[in-house]
């Protein structure tokens, strides 16, 4: 088996081991950065090998329903902006500033482990990241990471951790998910109203969420003990996405605005205006404790809901 630089399957041997013709390609994004690109009869959808990252999601006649920065960069050792980065073990900013923030998952590269068509044309896509010394310096922990994403009426992403540690551990996770909308002025989230949540630009001081979420400065807040569903009420494009959550009590709302996203070199001038991050997980008071030999499985279904004809 031919070798990429880092000692994974090159982009060539990954689509002759996993391609399903007319279905299923992978093809890299930038040098030696495979992408399975899916384009099934539900819709077609990206996923970076590296990070175990869907990039993209499109249903087939919808508008796309995740955003990716036009500026974005594709290499090896950070996530792509856009998409559903993989917060894991740890969410946010570590207490070692040396630490990367949101862990170390979306900066490695995980396994390719297998690819499945259903008779009802849903596509199936297993990822897999395991510990090794390069992950045993930041988190010193033996673990396995599998995703499992599925592309058919609706999108879901299943992130099973299992911790094959001799001791038990506490984690923090989160889908990290960026919608695409048509005008940020014109969204909302519904599902949080009356829902406790920390305030990332006020100290993370407390408060109680009123109404649906609405934007228009900067916004980064953790929503805590809630597991219900959510909706991102993209009125420009007449349609709800609607996001049902599994095993996951922590939900995040971001956008960066106008200064925080010009800081970032890999987001688009503007694209703070086309998107909003609603993530799926777990983090402050709701942390995951596994025991030894234990597993969790955190997962969310993303859908479209269209209100009008566009
Ligand atoms: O989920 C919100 C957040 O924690 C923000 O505070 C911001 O840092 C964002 O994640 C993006 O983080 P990243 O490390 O991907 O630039």
Redesign the pocket.
């Known amino acids: 088996m031919s070798t990429l630089s880092t000692g994974h399957p090159t982009t060539a041997e990954l689509h002759a081991k996993f391609a399903i013709d007319d279905v299923v390609r992978v093809v890299d994004a930038a040098s030696e950065f495979p992408v399975v690109e899916i384009d099934n009869a539900w819709a077609s959808v990206r996923i970076a090998v590296h990070g175990g990252q869907v990039l993209s999601y499109q249903p087939h006649d919808e508008a796309p329903v995740l955003w990716v920065s036009d500026t974005a960069a594709y290499v090896h050792g950070k ?1 792509v ?1 856009g998409g559903i ?1 993989i917060c894991w073990p740890w ?2 900013v570590h207490p070692d500033p040396a630490m990367p ?2 862990g170390f998952a979306r900066n490695l590269f995980w396994q390719l482990i297998a690819v499945k068509q259903d008779e009802d044309g849903c596509t199936e896509v297993l990822l897999c990241l395991e510990d090794d010394e390069q992950s045993r310096l930041l988190w010193p922990h033996a673990f396995q990471l599998q995703l499992k994403v599925s592309v058919g009426k609706t999108l879901s992403l299943a992130l099973t951790m299992v911790n094959s540690a001799e001791e038990s551990v506490e984690l923090t996770a ?1 889908l ?1 998910s960026y919608f695409d909308v048509g005008d940020i002025a014109r969204t909302s989230v519904r599902g949080l109203d009356g829902v406790e949540y920390i305030d ?1 630009l006020q100290d993370s001081r407390r408060f109680t969420q009123s109404g649906n979420v609405q934007f228009d400065a900067e916004l ?1 807040r953790i929503y805590q003990q809630t597991s219900g569903d959510e909706f991102i009420d993209d009125q420009l494009r007449g349609r709800l996405i609607h996001l049902q959550k599994s095993r996951s009590d922590s939900t ?1 709302v ?1 956008n ?1 605005w106008i200064e925080k996203s010009a800081g ?1 070199n890999d987001f688009v001038e503007g694209g703070y205006r086309r998107m909003v ?1 609603v ?1 799926t997980g777990n983090m402050g008071a709701d942390l995951v404790r596994l025991a030894t030999g234990a597993s969790h499985t955190l997962g969310v279904t993303i859908s479209v809901q269209r209100l009008r004809d566009n």
């Open positions: 996530s902006r980065p969410f946010g923030s949101h989160a990290h990332a980064d995040v971001w960066p970032m991050c993530e």
